[in-house]
């Protein structure tokens, strides 16, 4: 199994990137947020899922080991197969899936192109139990991820909305006053 690669992007599309190393291009499929801001000749690193079917074989890469940690348990889930678990990744962060998850709330779930209803009811079902690999959801984490929905809701890409997020000073809680402070970073770079 491949679990973790670093090289250099020789190609960067929508979805995926090919990671070159010891002279071996790998294709590794990506969430938005973690080839932002990459372009070909850059170095990455990803931790890596490595699919494989009897008919396909495939990689899935992120640039943080949590991400990684949660498109596995996602995909663990009945119903829930690699697309639905990265369309869940790119859709949210892994701290607003925890709160999700911890207030038995479908609807970030729902938001993903195949997950209905019943397979939001079972991922939670099923994961409520296992999210304590991820740490307690404290107050700071569930007011990112509403202000990172709250910005996306103003028709801003998650990427963009989440490098304006990062820019917010780590003592502001409230979700409102990180929504603020994240449009005037969003209003800085037109």
């Known amino acids: ?4 690669i670093k090289g250099t992007i020789k190609v960067k599309e929508e ?3 090919i990671v070159v190393t010891s002279d071996i291009g790998y294709k590794i499929f990506t969430i938005e947020r ?15 899922y490595h699919y494989v079917r009897e008919d396909d074989a495939r990689l899935y890469g992120f640039a943080a080991r949590q991400d ?10 009945t119903g829930i197969g690699p697309k639905s ?4 990744l790119n859709m949210a962060t892994v701290d607003s899936i925890k709160s999700a998850i911890a207030k038995s709330d479908i609807s970030l779930l729902t938001k993903v192109s195949g997950v209905g209803k019943k397979t939001a009811e ?14 307690e959801v404290t107050r700071e984490t569930e007011g990112l991820s509403d202000a990172l929905e709250a910005l996306m ?11 304006a997020l990062e820019k917010v000073p780590d003592d502001i809680v409230d979700p409102a006053e990180k929504v603020r402070l ?6 800085k770079k037109k």
């Open 68 to 77: 990684q940690q949660m498109f596995e348990m996602l995909f663990s889930v």
């Open 1 to 4: 199994m491949i679990s973790y």
């Open 85 to 88: 678990a990265m369309g869940i």
């Open 182 to 187: 994240a449009l005037k970073n969003l209003g």
């Open 153 to 163: 809701s103003l028709g801003y890409s998650r990427a963009h909305a989440f490098g």
């Open 15 to 17: 979805g995926f990137v």
């Open 122 to 135: 079972r991922v939670i079902l099923e994961l409520s139990s296992k999210m304590k690999i991820f740490g």
């Open 34 to 48: 973690d080839v932002a801001g990459l372009n070909a000749g850059d170095m990455a690193e990803f931790f890596t």
